[in-house]
């Protein structure tokens, strides 16, 4: 399953944002293929679809989708030479789609800054560049392969040494892979590379209690936010202390303590929406009266193995499926005037399953 890693210094809020996404807790037994490992938090996507989907068709049960955060711990300076626990660290990168970059922007007296103060773009500095001149060597490994046949007019390897020297510019000025602007072809190149700084990152501005409010007037968060903005990165604005109360609460509960703090949508829903997306996710749905559920596709996949999803049976025996989009049904308000209205189309083999779809699969058995 693809996972999205939360890496930060420490002290900057990670473990109590990472327990409030464990407390917030997806049941386990609606997810046989999560994780079990307590360094994965498997996380339920918010949509309100399910909701009005949930109203329409008023079935027993409603499953959203879900999917992981995984805990990376240990990133300290030095990583990239191996220091401290800097190899696993970096394996451990490795092994995400994507990255949630947790920075501290709240002050605190009592909470010691492992760099003595609060300084947010230096911070993501200190990581980035374990991770940039990680990937450096990975680059000039790579350029001592390919080099010489570039010279030697060797098509593939021109355009791969090209994407290369891209690169290696970009990690000279300190700046990620993923900053880097590159044609359809190079990018194809560039994802074989496998860099830690091509994974996408959200970068998650922890703010204080009294700050969540009004976070644009956090200075911090200011400077995260145009920091983000020169690698085309998301920032979203958290109070990981409120996040962990919020997660202790359910339904009304939680929808009062919201309104009483005044904030529409929680952080952490936030935060799991923005991963999700970043990680190249889409939700489609089935209605049935039994259960309304929610089922997580890549972007781009086609009908066969998104049915495939819900069981190998489907994907193996399915013959067609029957689709209507979210919209469509809602405007017709129940599934035959849906029909009626021609909203409901047969889809075949190369069909590609949009967001928001509502879906039957027909299948062999
Ligand atoms: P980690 O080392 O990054 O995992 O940081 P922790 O989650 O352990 O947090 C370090 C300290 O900062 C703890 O004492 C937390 O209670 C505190 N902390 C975390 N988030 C906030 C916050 O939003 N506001 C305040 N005031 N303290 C926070």
Redesign the pocket.
Known sequence: ALTTGIV?L???????LFNAITQAGAESANYPFCTIDPNVGIVEVPDYRLNKLTELVEPQKTVPTAFEFTDIAGIVEGASKGEGLGNKFLSHIRQVDAISH?VRC?E?EN?THVSGSVDPIRDIQVINLELILADMETVEKRIGRVEKMAKQKDKDAMAEFEVLDKFREAFENEMPARSVELSTEQIKIAKGLHLLTWKPVLYVA????DEILDADQNPYVAKVKDFALTEGSEVIVV???IESEIAELEGEEKEEFLNDLGIEESGLDQLIKAAYSLLGLETYFTAGKQEVRAWTIRKGTKAPQAAGVIHTDFERGFIRAEVVSFDDLITAGTMSVAKENGKVRLEGKEYIVQDGDVIHFRFNV
């Open positions: 930060g420490p002290n900057v809020g990670k473990s109590t947790v709240f605190d909470i922890n703010v204080s209690e109070c990981a202390k």
